[in-house]
């Protein structure tokens, strides 16, 4: 399979279905609208291929729910966008979900995160240029660049760096343009470590 931006890398088992009556997407969706506010989750056919991006997950008593693949270009996400990822397996590129919609392309790494780290609750996928650029300058650890979007490979890269921060953050996707996640022990918390680093890249970018 040629690498494209939002095109599925995993081997996925997917049976349609219904979401786990135990999570309250109400978060989810909610950050969904305030990324895509900011075009940190979006579509653009002068981007990537004209492919959507971005992707935001919240965890579930069984695995989690996931935006689901191309969904980024809409407006609005609703409880139909989703999907429930119940397991995956990194070393054999394997991910089993159900719910309304076949999950992101990211949701192996996603489901990495809440593996490593059982207290995270949340995870956002986003891009900005602007972030990734600055990477350096505001010390945000970023995975090695030959880990491409989407593969085992990113999986582990995301997993080594999440020792260090194990209670939430923002960290770089090297190999994967533009790509940055953050992560925390609940949705807002989640969200406030994206927002808290982008608005330091744009009130530079409004003096520059």
Known sequence: MTE???VIQYTLDFTRGALPTDCDAGPLLDWFGRCRDRNLIGQDPRLYGGYA???ISLRASVGFIISGTQTGGKATLQASDLAWVLD???ATNRLRATGPARPSSEAMTHGEIYRTLPEIAAVIHVHSPQLWQSAGRLD???TDPTASYGTPAMADAVRRLLV???HGGVIVMGG???GIIAYG???KLAGDHLMQAYSQVQDRSEYS
């Open 176 to 178: 994967h343009e533009d």
């Open 185 to 187: 022990t609940d949705m």
């Open 140 to 142: 945000l650890p970023s």
């Open 164 to 166: 260090a921060r194990p």
């Open 4 to 6: 494209s931006e939002g």
């Open 88 to 90: 995956f397996d990194s």
């Open 53 to 55: 991006y971005g992707n």
